[in-house]
């Protein structure tokens, strides 16, 4: 497989937790990256990968075409459209600057991969709040993002249903796929293909638009959602590796 130039953005968090014990409280501070097991599996598979945590997007992530140029497919995890709509220059300094939504449909145009993957905080979101579906990025999607929170928890776990299963993202992979804890509802545009379902609704939806491609992961690609029998499934590396070899095809 040749070597794919990605850009991962988001998977990253921070947590500030108030402890109270009986009078007295104090405060501890964390920060913590899910895109371990993702970025191991596409560097096994001979891949370049740059990622850029939440809290460093807002500012890093690409603002021209020529910046954009250097990657080959970009991937979109866990990180809601504010923080690449609301530049610190924008939000801070009330200057202008790009609509990176609008840079990535028109990228993905000219021949661009990419992927949505979900958690709280894409598509559509935790409260609504991921607002994907209200971006320019829209246009090119597999799937269209639903009004409000459209987030689906599963506690009991479900198995996706693979649909078309001779499609270059299954290569390879054999049996059951892994249960998921939950996932991001959406529904599919006319243009795109539903390779999978995840309790009757889109799992993996995959587009052509015009010179590029995109895709829709609805679920997490780590916990929670996304449990560690999917981290350690014999396959998880391998679907990665499909996709981007088919978003990139």
Not at 206 to 217: H, I, M, P, S
């Amino acid at each position: 497989m040749k070597k794919k130039r990605i850009l991962l953005a988001g998977e990253s968090w921070m947590k500030h937790t108030i402890h109270v014990k009986g009078f007295d409280s104090f405060t501890t501070d964390e920060y913590e990256e899910g895109a371990g097991a993702l970025i191991a599996a596409l560097e096994c598979g001979g891949h370049e990968v740059t990622f850029l945590p939440n809290h460093l997007a807002p500012e890093r992530f690409p603002s021209t075409e020529e910046e954009l140029a250097r990657y080959d497919v970009v991937l979109l995890s866990d990180i809601g459209s504010n923080t690449l709509l609301l530049a610190p220059a924008t939000f801070n300094r009330s200057r202008r600057t790009p609509d990176r939504a609008a840079l990535l449909a028109e990228w993905v145009a000219g021949g661009g991969g990419f992927c949505m993957i979900g958690g709280y905080m894409t598509f559509s979101g935790i409260d609504g709040k991921g607002r994907w579906g209200r971006t320019a990025l829209a246009s090119v999607l597999p799937v269209r993002c639903l009004d409000g929170d459209d987030r689906v928890e599963i506690p009991q776990g479900v198995v996706p249903e693979v649909l078309a299963a001779d499609h270059p993202v299954f290569e390879g992979l054999e049996g059951e796929w892994p249960f998921f804890l939950g996932y991001n509802r959406t529904e599919a545009v006319e243009e795109a293909l539903v390779a999978a379902t995840i309790n009757g609704d889109p799992f993996i939806a995959l587009r052509r638009v015009e010179k590029g491609r995109t895709a829709a992961f609805s679920s997490d690609c780590a916990p929670h959602w996304g449990p560690p029998e999917f981290l350690s499934w014999s396959g998880y590396g391998r679907f990665w590796n499909n996709l981007v070899a088919w978003l990139t095809s």
